[in-house]
């Protein structure tokens, strides 16, 4: 592989054991990292490492075969926008008119936005909303509401 | 059947390996597996969670939910009222989606019929669902200390 790209993800290869290389420190943070649905750019965030270092270090474990790419082709679909206009209309019947502002934080901590984001995620996302609402009962109320409709998305 | 009835919706996830609903006293009420999966393993699963909740519980920590992440998937589970619920799934699947699909799903469960004649079945009165008798001394040690 001659370059790694920030949007890759990767899995470790149920073949080869880490134990088995002799990995350093960091190289061993980054595996631990490595969950099928992180991004290489995520990753690299999430252990403030720079450009160079998580290349080198994804370069590193991709030639000692410690590490396969999930193919994203087939899962590239994008969540449709009527969608976030719905969950948006379901929280602020909870929340009111913030609603539409803690949905906007949210997406920009998750470091996506509603023209790249991957319909993998999206139960994150409702993860974290229904965390925005201090109510136990209107928490399960919002996701109630919300799963007939996104049912269809999420179970494909 | 209860499984498939009332959380059909993850039974059709097809990295969901199975799913089983255990009494407090770890009897197993109802389970669904993939054709491909040990479900022996499953008895293994609930007796080690049971075990971790209730020191959890003895700490005084009200976690509700534990999931385990392995190289291939995660073990997935939920303490509720009367019962233990555990889902295992392999990768890749948003775990996030399956606490959804309980969340969703699990009120319609327990307001059964069907599981309160399960649970009916086996006594619940013992809440101290520890199993002491398997543990280690530094186990038995540290369990000495929370009780304190």
Redesign the interface.
Known sequence: MDKIDENMVF??N?QRSPEDSDLLHLEWAVVSQL???KTVQQIAENLALNTAEVEEIFKKLVSAELLVL?DRSENDDVVPGELFKFVSHEMTLLLGPVASIILEDVMDMMRLNRDNFDR??F??L??LLTNQIDDPVKQ?EF??NI?PK??QY??K | MMISKYLNDLTLLKNVEAIAIYSLNNDLIDSWCDPNFNSKVLDELSLHYFQVFATLDLSVQNFQEIVITHEKGHFYARILPDMLLIIVVKLPVEISLIRLIVNVKIIDLLNSKALQKGLKKYSTENKDFLNKNILDESEKEYLKKLEL
């Open positions: 899995v470790l149920s969950d099928g649905q999930v993998r995620r139960p994150g409702i993860d399960i996701q109630r799963y996104l049912k999420l179970l």
